[in-house]
Structures are given as structure tokens and as C-alpha cells.
Nanobody, 124 residues
Framework: QLQLVESGGGLVQPGGSLSLSCAAS????????IGWFRQAPGKEREGVSC???????NYADSVKGRFTISRDNAKNTVYLQMNSLKPEDTAVYYC??????????????????WGQGTQVTVSS
């Protein structure tokens, strides 16, 4: 059974950092693109970043220079390092897996398998 589990969310002050993890079980991530998405209350889900099976990356303009996505296939895990966090980064963060290339991996509609989400709150 394919499963994705996010962890690492929490409460952090503006300017702080968090590192999210997306651990896969039931399948190997090696051939999958992984996307990170977020959804704030009352807002639509938006793409944050994605990484292809070859390690190419894509970032939303709002997080460029602050967030870094990476993958460790040996651990079957993808990470999202978030620095210089802002209140507007507050949302539930989800990871998703799909057999996609970099061009499509930023599109949430292209993913079939999602994690349950982890809450990130940026507040003083």
C-alpha cells in the first residue's frame, strides 16, 4: 500500500526555519516526482516546490531563495527546508507523489497519491 507521511511542521516565529519530511512507504520514490503543496484557511491549494526523479527542482516565486527541496532515495524521503519564514507561509503542507516530469510536477491535479498534511504556523 502506497503511503506518504509528512512530518516536521510546527509553530515558528517569523524569520525562523523548519524542515519538513515526506516519507514514503509501500513503494520506492526513485522514479517519482514529489511535490510540496500548501493550503491556508479559506484559500486554494497552491504549489510550493517539486523535485523530479532526476533531482531537478521547481519553486513557486513566493518561496524562491527561502525554501529548498531535496530527496534522499536511500531513505525514501523528500525534504523541504524552509528558511526566513513569513506569516503568509502559514498553511497545511502536503506532499504528493507522481510519475511526472519537471514540467508537470507543479500541478496538483497531476498527482494521485497524497500525504495527510502537516501544519506550519508562522507567528510571533
Amino acid at each position: 500500500q502506497l503511503q506518504l507521511v509528512e512530518s516536521g511542521g510546527g509553530l515558528v516565529q517569523p524569520g525562523g526555519s523548519l524542515s519538513l519530511s515526506c516519507a514514503a512507504s509501500g513503494f520506492t520514490l526513485d522514479y517519482y516526482a514529489i511535490g510540496w503543496f500548501r493550503q491556508a484557511p479559506g484559500k486554494e491549494r497552491e504549489g510550493v516546490s517539486c523535485i523530479s526523479s532526476s533531482g531537478s527542482t521547481n519553486y513557486a516565486d513566493s518561496v524562491k531563495g527561502r525554501f529548498t527541496i531535496s530527496r534522499d532515495n536511500a531513505k525514501n524521503t523528500v525534504y523541504l527546508q524552509m528558511n526566513s519564514l513569513k506569516p503568509e507561509d502559514t498553511a497545511v503542507y502536503y506532499c504528493a507523489a507522481g510519475l511526472l516530469g519537471l514540467r508537470l510536477c507543479k500541478l496538483s491535479s497531476r498527482y494521485d497519491d497524497w500525504g495527510q498534511g502537516t501544519q506550519v504556523t508562522v507567528s510571533s
